[in-house]
């Protein structure tokens, strides 16, 4: 099948929301859409839908979501362009701090990250990165961040092929650290 065009994830309240896609196209027809949340299979749809609705979702969190379509031979299309989702704060909890839009792309045993640190009111000095959901470097600029996108390239220790799951988070300026990004896999070349 043809990777499905034009995904769109919109916020339905702290713990549920709704996907809209342009259908994929296939010689003989789409069985299923597959939603995928950092590579792994979070939720299915009949092929004849192009909406669905996720629930359990966690309040005041950042998702970075792919769709695939599958037809009757099991065959899966490429992954459509990610949709960006953050879920609605539970009543009375502060705001969603994570980094924006974090995208990876990895290049001759380096791996670039870019994204939109959060808006906290002052400039954002340090990032977190976390790699398969350990720790494993700080991102510091000093006195003068990065207006808009910010981006960091660091070598893969991995072998090619490796796919790794990627989080930023950012220290605030009360000096606690935020929310974290959305998972963003990528596969080391």
Not at 61 to 73: F, N
Request: no cysteine; net charge neutral; proline share 12%.
């Amino acid at each position: 099948p043809t990777a499905p065009r034009a995904l769109r994830a919109t916020p339905d309240g702290p713990t549920t929301a709704t996907l809209t896609w342009t259908a994929a196209r296939d010689d003989t027809r789409v069985t299923a859409y597959d939603v995928y949340q950092a590579g792994v299979r979070v939720h299915t749809a009949p092929g004849t839908a192009t909406t669905a609705r996720l629930a359990g979702l966690r309040p005041g969190t950042a998702y970075s979501l792919t769709l695939r379509a599958r037809d009757a031979a099991e065959n899966s299309s490429p992954d459509s362009a990610p949709a960006e989702l953050t879920t609605a704060p539970a009543p009375g909890a502060p705001p969603n701090t994570s980094p924006l839009a974090l995208r990876a792309t990895s290049a001759r045993g380096e791996i670039t990250l870019t994204w939109t640190p959060p808006e906290t009111g002052a400039p954002v000095t340090h990032h977190e990165l976390h790699i398969d959901g350990r720790f494993a470097t700080t991102v510091v600029w000093g006195a003068d961040p990065p207006s808009g996108r910010a981006s960091y390239t660091f070598p893969a220790q991995a072998e090619p092929g490796t796919t790794l799951t990627l989080t930023l988070r950012a220290r605030l300026p009360d000096g606690t650290w935020g929310d974290f990004s959305a998972p963003h896999a990528v596969v080391v070349r």
